[in-house]
């Protein structure tokens, strides 16, 4: 389970079983060609392998490439979309007071507050895939990565 804050707001998450964990991979899987040369290129800069260094760079790097992550955003069929949205989303609670409340309907398929938009609920989304799925994307960026490293 893991804790964040978005705008003021305390979420927390929980884990998605194994299945829902292959359905959410599955269909996060084509964007995720597009996000691998973001990752490697961010390592280098952390890594100071990169020319210029440093949060410019990692800014020059993320604006280079945003266009081929929201061309495979676009290319998603609206059911996955949703799927993937609603699937993360059904795991996560806001800290009301001193309990918790669930952030999404799955019977009716929404929103439980009216507050939260798509700046926030992208993010949430994010922490679930990086929280459910970190190891799976560790792994295939740690084999691009020892690829890359290979061949130069």
């Not at 020059?60 to 676009?74: H, Q, S, Y």
């Not at 799925?133 to 740690?142: A, S």
């Amino acid at each position: 389970m893991a804790e964040f804050e978005i705008n003021g707001k305390q979420y927390r998450s929980g884990k998605l079983d194994a299945m829902k964990q292959f359905h959410v991979s599955r269909r996060v899987a084509p964007i995720l060609p597009t996000l691998l040369p973001i990752f490697l290129k961010l390592a280098g800069v952390h890594r100071g392998d990169s020319g210029n260094g440093g949060a410019s760079s990692a800014i020059e790097i993320v604006a280079e490439l945003a266009g081929p992550f929201a061309d495979g955003l676009a290319a998603m069929s609206d059911q996955d979309a949703e799927y993937i949205i609603g699937t993360c989303l059904s795991v996560v609670s806001r800290q009301q007071g001193s309990a918790w409340a669930p952030v999404w309907s799955g019977t009716q398929n929404t929103l439980m507050f009216d507050d939260m938009d798509l700046g926030v609920m992208l993010p949430i989304v994010v922490h679930v895939i990086r929280d459910n799925l970190g190891n799976f994307i560790q792994g295939l960026l740690t084999s691009q990565l020892s690829s890359a490293t290979a061949e130069a």
